[in-house]
């Protein structure tokens, strides 16, 4: 599926990815390949992106809120404080704060 992130200022991320967790209000939740379509509200959290390889990937100044997970390198992060994400057709679109 596909990912794009984005924040006011800038694209952070827009990539092919394996999954992504998002903070929903209600509680942590993963979108995988597939996954049925949803629009959320998210809260203050780590949004948590599985990656097939972080080849492809580029961590300049722009991506550097980006972190790679220390225990896992498939696994990049990104902490928001709020945000809404949209899941259809295997793209998942998160508008982050």
């Known amino acids: 599926m596909f990912l794009e992130i984005v924040t006011p200022e800038a694209i952070l991320f827009s990539s092919e990815v394996d999954s992504v967790t998002v903070p929903g209000v209600e509680g942590e939740f993963q979108m995988l390949n597939n996954h049925a379509p949803i629009v959320s509200v998210l809260e203050k959290g780590t949004i ?14 722009l ?26 057709d295997n793209k998942v679109i998160i508008l982050a704060d």
């Open 48 to 61: 948590k992106v599985h990656v097939h390889s972080q080849d492809h990937l580029s961590f300049d100044d």
């Open 63 to 88: 991506h550097g809120k980006i972190e790679k997970l220390p225990a896992d390198d498939k696994v990049l992060t990104l902490k928001v404080n709020s945000g809404t994400v949209e899941m259809k």
